[in-house]
């Protein structure tokens, strides 16, 4: 053990001077970690003298602080949290070659002989929830937030492609979330911009369908999302990118919704292929598989929703938030030690 505290910046992931902990919880639990292993977290703003750092994404002041600190390589952590496409500039090599250490929820990232895997952290399991199947709204359900982007491999487009396309069932999918139904302009021009820094990675054909569209079923932002997915017997979750496994599938889940799921391969990230109904990203895909849900009695959907609940439960422990980011903190402390 060290004999006096170590300073550490731990930014936040929007590249605030100070990572917002709660006063419970996973990050409570994170933070604990830390100072049990005698580290001080800094709370100004950036200019200080510290002694490592945790970057949680992108921050160029972050990395002004640390040189200006003398910090080497092996005091400077990269956590990451979203894909290239949403975050670029984490993963510009000039940006990425100032840390020793870099944790990823997905090997798909980055690659490299300091780049190591953690699971992306989710709520803690419910009870089960599926007494009251029968009684649920019959209309699939979507919890997600409207953004845009120009990049290959997003996949906003095909949620709003999705949406619109479910107008034909019978039963319409509702949908919850933000930055839904009003006239994006900021967000595109914004979108636009990050895509003429960025090229390389492409311009995805159908970024901007249905943008100035408004979707009838909209129901704006739910303040509790594990209730209001328990409302509905089928939850569909489209991942915002297919090289990762957010919270998304894990909500769904935990709502005891019989969940349809477009994301990238399922036991690519240990997880059976049975937790969910796993199609291609294509919308015409996606609506075939609602349609014929749509026909089957309660029995046969509390059958499916059965067997996703047990691999559900067999596979959650190794994602739940509080071991998650425990074991990421204990991980981080280590590195920051040697």
Not at 57 to 83: C, H, Q, R, T, Y
Request: charged share 20%; with cysteine.
């Amino acid at each position: 053990m060290k004999s006096q505290l170590m300073r550490i910046r731990v930014t936040g992931q929007s590249g605030e001077p100070v990572f917002p902990f709660s006063e419970s919880g996973p990050w409570k639990a994170f933070e604990n970690i830390l100072k049990l292993n005698k580290y001080q977290m800094q709370k100004g703003n950036f200019g200080e003298k510290i002694d490592g750092l945790i970057c949680n994404g992108f921050s160029s002041d972050a990395i002004k602080e640390a040189k200006a600190s003398g910090l080497p390589k092996n005091k400077m952590i990269l956590v990451l949290w979203e894909p290239p496409i949403i975050n670029p500039k984490a993963y510009l090599k000039k940006y990425t070659d100032h840390f020793g250490v870099i944790y990823s929820p997905s090997k798909k990232w980055l690659k490299g002989n300091n780049v190591y895997y953690f699971k992306y952290p989710v709520d803690k399991i419910k009870a089960y929830q599926t007494r009251n199947f029968k009684t649920r709204l019959n209309n699939p359900i979507v919890m997600q937030n409207n953004k845009i982007n120009f990049f290959v491999g997003e996949k906003y487009s095909l949620r709003r492609s999705v949406l619109f396309e479910s107008l034909l069932l019978h039963y319409p999918i509702f949908l919850y979330g933000g930055g839904w139904n009003r006239v994006p302009i900021p967000e595109a021009l914004k979108a636009f911009i990050r895509y003429t820094q960025f090229r390389k990675h492409g311009l995805s054909r159908n970024c901007l369908a249905h943008i100035f569209s408004k979707y009838p079923y909209y129901k704006g932002v739910a303040l509790n999302k594990n209730r209001k997915l328990s409302e509905h017997k089928i939850c569909v979750v489209i991942e915002n990118h297919n090289s990762y496994v957010s919270e998304k599938l894990f909500d769904a889940l935990n709502a005891g919704c019989l969940t349809v799921y477009i994301g990238p391969k399922l036991s690519d990230f240990g997880l059976s292929s049975n937790i969910a109904i796993q199609i291609s990203s294509s919308s015409n895909s996606i609506i075939k598989v609602l349609r014929k849900l749509s026909i089957l009695d309660d029995s046969d959907l509390l059958k499916i929703v059965a067997i996703q609940q047990k691999h559900f439960r067999n596979d959650f422990k190794d994602w739940q938030n509080n071991f998650v980011l425990s074991n990421l903190a204990s991980s981080i402390s280590t590195d920051l030690n040697k």
